[in-house]
DNA sequence: TCTCCTTGATTACAATAGTAGTCAATGTGA
DNA sequence: TCACATTGACTACTATTGTAATCAAGGAGA
């Protein structure tokens, strides 16, 4: 039975995001794989992963005397959870005409066209 | 040289979506219309149209001495607009990423999957 | 051992969003 | 004409978000 997925607000994402690709990382980790993305002050960071903590979307693990973050809330489920959540406010949940739009919006290139049709392939036999 | 899209909150998007699908309302036209689908009080909704007002989102003509209110930016361009913030939020702006992922988990018909096929094949030739 | 630096905890503060109540103006029916 | 009802304007209040400063505890170097 899976957690429920916190909400999670569009400057946490940079952080969820170093922690799902890297791992358990202390604050500082997290604060430098980010320096560069962004503009924020290193405290700014550590609020938003304090705030992460609390939202229990990550989790803390004591390392001698500093702390180790990670992710603890699984990452496509919680790409799943925010794209079911903006099919429904933009499209009003009909995922048809949304995948429709993406895709006629989507500048992709000849590979890329040919992996969605072989998804799509997928689906028809599916 | 089109406007700037103002951000339009989830609880806003409702508003936004009864007047793009019925065009200029009165406010009770908008409560009319959302009753049943929403649980606020009408007074909410009034809230949320007044903000859309000032955002610039929707505009106001006087009808005698009622107001009417129609949408002042383009359906489309806010669904873009909100589109492209969700992608650069979720999947870092990768587009192909995103569709593949909205595909793999949409549950589509097979006419649905013919007409995605059909935008494909536009793409592939365009 | 004692001071300093690092780092987590606490606090701050404005803007936006969700949700709604009160006030005031203005037609309207009796 | 006058109380009433309708409706927009203003006000309210909490939670969340963006962005960060200050405080305090606990190693670490002198």
């Known amino acids: 039975m899976r957690k429920a ?3 999670i607000a569009e400057s946490e994402w940079r952080v969820m995001q170093v922690l799902w690709e890297h791992g358990p990382q202390t ?3 997290v604060v430098t794989a980010l320096s560069g993305a962004v503009k924020w002050k290193p405290r700014t960071i550590k609020t938003l992963i304090s705030r992460l903590v609390k939202k229990g979307a990550v989790k803390v693990t004591e390392e001698g005397y500093r702390y180790r973050y990670s992710a603890a809330v699984d990452e496509s489920a919680c790409i799943g959870s925010e794209t ?7 499209y009003q949940g009909a ?3 949304a995948l429709a739009a993406f895709l006629e919006d989507a500048d992709l290139s000849p590979e890329e066209i040919d992996d969605i049709q072989q998804i799509l392939d997928q689906k028809r036999k599916g």
């Open 84 to 90: 079911s959540s903006f099919v429904r406010r933009v």
């Open 27 to 29: 604050a500082n980790d």
């Open 95 to 97: 995922m048809k005409p």
């Open 5 to 7: 997925i916190p909400k």
